[in-house]
């Protein structure tokens, strides 16, 4: 088409240069609605280069707050497991939800167990949606997220668990799920759901992934704060 296109240039072939010219036009349209998941995720892994090379945030501030959201959301589970409450809580991580975010309800407050057990509270306005927690604190709630479009999925996974892997195959967030029928905690990452977690094999899961960025020059430390998380053991029979 580019050859043709020259050939209708240099000789002056007017009909057909706006022929292939509308011919292109078309294509760019097509193009862009045909490989739409594969241009967001070029896009989204451009952002994510941008931000490694404008430099890592502000450590010690971050870890804290990242390590105080662990511990909150991973208490606030267990009691969500025992209490059968539907939960749904995302992590963002390099990938910024905004668009998400835009969906729910701005709060931008500290990550704490009892604000997370207000937010699900069946009876509240916020429960049905999802709860975004950006740089450790609780930044939105009664969001809206994408469903997955994979249908090999098991029929017992509801809504709430299409949502987090969607929202894991759209971006790098870590997605934590209690089930309100059977109270399984499921982490979503990667378009990929693991299941049956408890208080401690979730907190060391986030721990894991979520504070791994922060390793430097002193990683030993950091390392040693990273395993002193993970509590006793005990927490999971609790």
Known sequence: LVAVY???????????????SAVVDAA????????????????????????????????????????SSIEAVSRACQSFQSTRTGAIIVFEHKTRLGDIIKT?????????????????????????GAAIIRDGRLYAAGC??????????????GTRHRAAIGMSEN??????VVSE????????MNGKLQRDFNVVTLR???T?????????DDERSIIGRIKTIGGNKNDANK
């Open 181 to 188: 029928e059977t109270g399984i905690i499921s982490v979503a």
């Open 171 to 176: 971006s790098d967030a870590v997605v934590v």
């Open 6 to 20: 020259a050939i209708s240039i240099w000789f002056g072939l007017a009909v057909l240069k706006w022929f292939l």
């Open 104 to 128: 729910g309800t701005v709060i931008d407050a500290d990550t704490t167990t009892e604000l997370l057990g207000n937010v699900f509270y069946p009876k509240t306005p916020l429960h049905d």
């Open 204 to 206: 060391e899961l986030l």
């Open 144 to 157: 809206i997220l994408p469903l997955t479009q994979n249908n090999n999925l098991k029929k017992e996974l």
């Open 208 to 216: 894991r992934e979520l504070l791994s960025d922060f390793a430097d």
């Open 28 to 67: 760019i349209i097509a193009f862009a609605v045909i490989f739409q998941p594969e241009i967001r995720s070029a896009l989204e892994l451009v952002s994510r280069t941008n931000i490694s090379l404008l430099g890592k945030k502000a450590k010690s501030a971050d870890f804290t707050a990242i390590e």
